[in-house]
């Protein structure tokens, strides 16, 4: 009785969604704490559920920390099985069974569709031990909690359409302010292109993208706020004139005809510009 009651509490788990936010493993595994009255030890699966409640009463929990609770929870489940009998194996190979078309990465899907065959042959043999048993359903439970979400590269595919969009471009920008943005878009693209590249992988060329963007300047943009347009040409005239500074990332900006310094001339260029009657420096 205590090894099906298990059972149904980690069917209910996998059954449950182990990717978005859910109620499920709370709710499963506060079952045990209910009516698990013969369990030793159950202090760090209540901590587990706790730490569960908390999360789902969070208002802006992350993807992240649902994800934890819901392996912590697995992971206390999985200490606490520690023996099993076929009927028990058979709940299980059924409940990870429902797992496969969910958005894993494929190495991970693998690894779980050859643990459940291992565990149905174990079922299948009339000569399987108990230990045999016992190991089928643990690997299906470890095989279970390694599973790993596809990850979303919907931002860093922008990120690189963007990126290379000024490296097209990149005349119209200052030169200083670009370097190392191709090694950049190299590198991402090498993530972006990887179909095993976690999560943390993509996030972390996301923002290395993002603060290369940053920096990129184009010419002509003196005041930084991404257009060319006549208070660009104003500042420069007032640099020209003595009557305002400029940074050095400006006045490197403000030299739109590549002369090494920013004067009259520059503020009639970018004058023209704005204007339309140029169209480019």
Do not use: H
């Not at 606490?80 to 009998?85: M, Q, T, V």
Request: glycine share 4%.
């Amino acid at each position: 009785m205590r090894k099906r009651f298990l059972t149904g509490v980690l069917s209910a788990v996998l059954c449950g969604s182990l990717i978005l936010p859910s109620a499920a493993p709370v709710a499963a595994a506060g079952k045990i704490l209910a009516d698990g009255k013969d369990y030793d030890n159950a202090e760090a699966l209540a901590a587990a559920v706790e730490a569960g409640k908390a999360v789902l009463n969070k208002a802006n929990a992350t993807q992240e920390e649902t994800d934890q609770v819901a392996y912590a929870i697995l992971d206390e489940l999985f200490k606490l099985a520690e023996s099993s009998d076929v009927s028990s194996l058979e709940e299980l190979i059924e409940a990870a069974k429902k797992l496969l078309d969910g958005p894993y990465t494929d190495e991970s899907l693998d690894n779980l569709r050859k643990a459940i065959e291992a565990a149905q042959k174990v079922v299948e043999d009339p000569n399987r031990s108990d230990d045999d048993i016992k190991k089928a359903y643990e690997d299906l439970i470890n095989a279970v909690i390694k599973l790993q979400i596809k990850s979303n590269k919907a931002a860093l595919e922008a990120m690189l359409k963007k990126a290379k969009e000024v490296l097209v471009n990149a005349g119209d920008y200052v030169a200083k302010s670009i370097e190392g943005l191709q090694k950049a878009v190299d590198e991402a693209q090498a993530v972006y292109d990887d179909p095993l590249a976690a999560q943390s992988e993509v996030d972390e060329e996301v923002r290395k993208l993002t603060l290369k963007l940053a920096e990129a300047r184009l010419l002509g943009d003196v005041n930084g706020d991404g257009k060319v347009a006549t208070d660009d040409s104003v500042a420069v005239l007032r640099f020209a004139a003595e009557r305002e500074d400029l940074s050095e990332d400006a006045a490197a900006s403000a030299d739109v005809n590549r002369d090494g310094k920013a004067d009259t001339s520059d503020a009639v260029m970018i004058l023209q510009y704005a204007a339309e009657k140029i169209s480019g420096f």
